[in-house]
């Protein structure tokens, strides 16, 4: 196993850099560099010396173990003054040493996932951990970090061998006297992973908003003020904004943090008849785009105005300029502008609620899939017993469908357990 290094902080000049090491050579390569090995987890200052023994660093220096380390390896870290030069001559170093590699990108983290320190799913919450930019995607990355998404999968699947015992028990006495009838235990059991499950696929389409951003549309009439209103929101001169109608042509879109929720402010055409066909496309793309959104914000000129395009469910309807007449909010001014922020996010956060652990698209195909499953196991089971054997083997692939939510895909060990806990007595 090659021993692999990296810059483990950002790039650039900073007030510290760490410098990871991991693998079978890690604590070598500090004996080497630093003349001993400090004792393992016991930050150590260090003089770092490169190959001719010529002084790189004053250093922090840290050891893990192997077994006791992030990567499950032994680790070694270096925390360098953060100047690019110290940075790229001990990297350069430890390059020169045998059995040394730069890491891959998510190296370590794959070493953690093989090594077991970590499951699929919390390796997919580290990743989207380290993307967070707003607090409810923090929020959502450490649930699914801290395991949450294996604890459901562990819940579900304890119920699912229960019922699978349940079956097997109801086959392997079926040529014998007559079994107690364990369907409503069965059947109850299934319904309720089931239920469970649904609601883990309905939140997961709001989970990955929260990943990837939820999208609200400025739409309204031409000259309504929508991308001086936009320029408010971002607090930045994003759109072009004039007193010439038709100005915004194409869909302007600007990603912002609005009281933690990752936001895609969309500014559309002006929506008016118009002959000029640029404008007329800008047009038909802002509509398109307004209806696809999570939430519009339609801005009026005039309170009562027709907008061109009807506000629907949550869609908030205010009238623009209240500067210079009556009005609700005032891009120009700021005016109103933290009661509208209220109002989207105050929607937003009603939507991001009930979301489970179900992040990404992965999750929600195995979901969908044990799902189907369930649904096939309830079928044969309402055939009868006959089709009992055909009952367990689909709830089998159900629990093999979560089984890959975390990256567990043996099916021996399912068979382990089922008779590990279910004496058939026999
Ligand atoms: N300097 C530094 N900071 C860091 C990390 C790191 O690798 N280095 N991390 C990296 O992402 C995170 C912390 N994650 C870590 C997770 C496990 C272990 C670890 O050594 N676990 C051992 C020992 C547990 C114990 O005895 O307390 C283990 O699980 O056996 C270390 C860091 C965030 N901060
Ligand atoms: N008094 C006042 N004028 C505003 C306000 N918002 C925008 N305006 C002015 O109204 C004109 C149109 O503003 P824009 O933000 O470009 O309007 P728009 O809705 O994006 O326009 P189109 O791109 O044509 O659809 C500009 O002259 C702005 O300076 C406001 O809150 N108060």
């Known amino acids: 196993m090659d021993t692999i290094f990296a810059l483990a902080t950002a790039r650039g000049k900073a007030g510290v850099a760490v410098v990871r090491v991991s693998g079978p050579r890690a604590f070598a390569v500090v004996e080497a560099m630093c003349g001993d090995v400090p004792p393992p987890r016991q930050a150590s200052i260090r003089a770092v010396r490169d190959g001719d023994r010529a002084l790189v660093d004053e250093a922090l220096i840290l050891v893990f173990a192997e077994g006791h380390s992030f990567t499950g390896e032994a680790v070694a870290e270096f925390h360098l003054h953060g100047s690019p030069a110290i940075v790229a001559s ?55 970090f801290s395991g949450a998404l294996g604890e459901k999968v562990e819940a579900w699947r304890a119920k699912l061998i229960r019922a699978s015992a349940l079956i097997e028990a109801t086959i392997d006495f079926a040529d014998e006297e007559v079994p107690e009838d364990v369907t409503p235990e069965v059947s109850a059991l299934l319904a309720e992973v089931r239920a469970s499950l649904r609601e883990e696929l309905d939140g997961s389409q709001v989970a990955e908003r929260i990943r990837d951003g939820f999208e609200v549309a400025i739409v309204g009439a031409t000259n309504a003020g929508k991308s001086t209103l936009l320029n408010r929101l971002a607090g930045r001169d994003a759109a072009i904004t004039s007193e010439v109608a038709g100005t915004t042509r194409d869909v302007i879109e600007v990603r912002m943090d609005l009281k933690g ?92 609620s009930g979301v489970g652990v179900a992040i990404r698209d992965r999750h929600r195909r195995a979901l969908a899939e044990a799902v189907a499953f369930l649904d096939g196991t309830m079928a044969e089971l309402s055939s009868g017993i006959e089709t009992a054997d055909m009952a367990a083997e689909r709830m089998r692939l159900a629990i093999v469908a979560l089984d890959s939510l975390v990256g567990r895909v043996d099916v021996e060990h399912i068979l382990d357990e089922i008779f590990a806990n279910f004496c058939l007595g026999k």
């Open 261 to 352: 929720l990752p936001v895609t402010v969309l500014d559309t055409a002006g929506l008016r008849e118009t002959t000029d066909v640029v404008e007329t496309l800008g047009i038909d793309r802002a509509r398109q785009r307004a209806e696809r959104a999570d939430l519009r914000v339609f801005l009026l000129s005039a309170p009562g105005e027709e907008p061109g395009l009807s506000p629907q469910g949550d869609d908030i309807v205010v009238v623009g300029k209240s500067d210079s007449g009556v009005g609700d909010v005032s891009g120009k001014t700021g005016a109103g502008v933290d009661g509208l922020v209220d109002r989207i996010t105050s929607v937003l956060e009603r939507r991001a």
């Open 90 to 144: 001990v990297l350069r170093r430890l390059g020169e040493f045998d059995g040394l590699r730069l890491a891959e990108p998510g190296e370590f983290t794959r070493r953690a996932l093989e090594n077991d320190r970590l499951d699929l799913a919390r390796v997919e919450g580290l990743s989207d951990l380290i993307e967070a930019e707003t607090e409810a995607q923090r929020v959502q990355a450490m649930r699914v």
